[in-house]
Nanobody, 130 residues
Framework: QVQLVESGGGLVQPGGSLRLSCVVA????????IGWFRQSPGKEREGVAS????????FYADSVKGRFTISKDAAKNTVYLQMNNLKTEDTAIYYC???????????????????????WGQGTQVTVSA
């Protein structure tokens, strides 16, 4: 079972930047893609960005295109989400998730791009406020 540990959240002013990190343990477990999701109070969890296991193909939500970038450092087993020009509406808990190649046993199950994401980290809070 893969384990995901997020970090890097915090309080930032509008227009500022943050970089989130997700350390992937149990990386021998295969997955089709890894991604970032977010959830605000009273809203459903939504996809933000994903990276296929080829480490090349990415997919972004329209609301973050041109501002957020997902990347991976394979040597560190870490996936990053660089967030620039942050807006107040980006405030949320951000989760790292994988789309496993095996049985989908996690919860929730969320489709984003071509994949169903099922394994989740504990989340990190991002607050954008003046």
């Amino acid at each position: 079972q893969v384990q995901l540990v997020e970090s890097g959240g915090g309080l930032v002013q509008p227009g500022g930047s943050l970089r989130l990190s997700c350390v992937v343990a149990g990386h021998t477990v295969k997955y089709y893609a890894i991604g970032w999701f977010r959830q605000s109070p009273g809203k459903e969890r939504e996809g933000v960005a994903s990276l296929n296991d080829d480490d090349r193909n990415t997919f972004y939500a329209d609301s973050v295109k041109g501002r957020f970038t997902i990347s991976k450092d394979a040597a560190k087993n870490t996936v990053y989400l660089q967030m620039n020009n942050l807006k107040t509406e980006d405030t949320a808990i951000y989760y790292c998730a994988t789309a496993p190649s095996g049985p989908l046993r996690g919860s929730p199950l969320i489709t984003f791009g071509d994949w169903v994401f099922a394994t989740w980290g504990q989340g990190t809070q991002v607050t954008v406020s003046a």
